[in-house]
DNA sequence: AGTAAATACTACTGATTTGGTCTTATTTAG
DNA sequence: CTAAATAAGACCAAATCAGTAGTATTTACT
């Protein structure tokens, strides 16, 4: 019952990538790019992690990627109407609790007399909802969308513990 | 974000347990017993599989089990009070949605400063309430307690696809 | 009391999924 | 036209998980 570690990655990226005013470029228009080498080295998020994050999320369309020279990424809409629950999903394809919910999944033998699975629907749809209580937004408005900098962290702890969570 | 496959076992061998009226001997103190060979054939889940299911869910106090020739196991408490929460951690572990909301993690390096944990935290939280509002007698309600036995499924379709899912 | 059968328990092996790294292709600034 | 910086895709290694086999224990029967 736990979250995929890339999952984990990916909504920390996506959190930091909101700070950097990434949005506010959709609405002003201006290069509000940010490379995903920077991203990566904010959020101590291993570079090459961080590229296939970043494919991943841009197939999605939860991402604005650019290639070349002076490209980057950007964030496709603003920050409160994307979701973990799309985040989440991008990364680890869709929410099912148990394989019976998948979406191509092959019918089990006792599928017409199961007990259990309409109880995990309900279980599935309430994690759901959790996840979709949560935007984007909410996750960056801590320290404020002011265009300042996260503060280097390789200057104070060189090679701290690396953990997933932002 | 999907269940382990033992998890899965482990909720549709409890449920079987409880539709052979195993709670009702824990109140009459008869011999309700239940073997893990029998409600193995019964569920379709391999005998050693659902052997070390037994001793986890045994551990956990979730199930009562004698061993010997007349041995087998029974359900330790009744049904209405027996959640999915318990039989996911009693084979899952705690349930923590990222690896900063267990028990004995060591604090990442941005613990102070992260504005992603707080609301994991709320969304782990929303996970357990949707299982615990689910118990063992909402599973097992559907065909009634009456005693009566399960059909055998190797009549029907000796060697059908197998799924965890009841 | 001894034997045998049925049971739960423990340890091991194989496989699938996951996480990480590397290489390649594309694009733009100089 | 060249070169540097970027994203995208493919490959490899590790960890966790599922499954299986074997062992120890207990009770019923002789």
Known sequence: MRLSSLADYAVVLMSAAARQCGASAVVSGGSGRQSARKL?????????????????????DLLDSTRGAGGGIRLARPPAT?????IVEAVDGPIAVTSCLEAGHTACMLE???SVKPHWAVVNSAIRNALDAVTLADLASAPGCSGAHI????????????EPHL
Do not use: W
């Open 40 to 60: 990566a080295e904010e959020t101590g998020i291993p570079l090459p992690t961080a590229q296939k994050l970043v494919s991943h999320l841009a197939a999605a």
């Open 82 to 86: 994307i979701t973990l629950t799309q």
């Open 112 to 114: 017409s007399t199961c």
């Open 151 to 162: 503060p280097d962290f390789e200057a104070t702890s060189p090679k701290a513990k690396m």
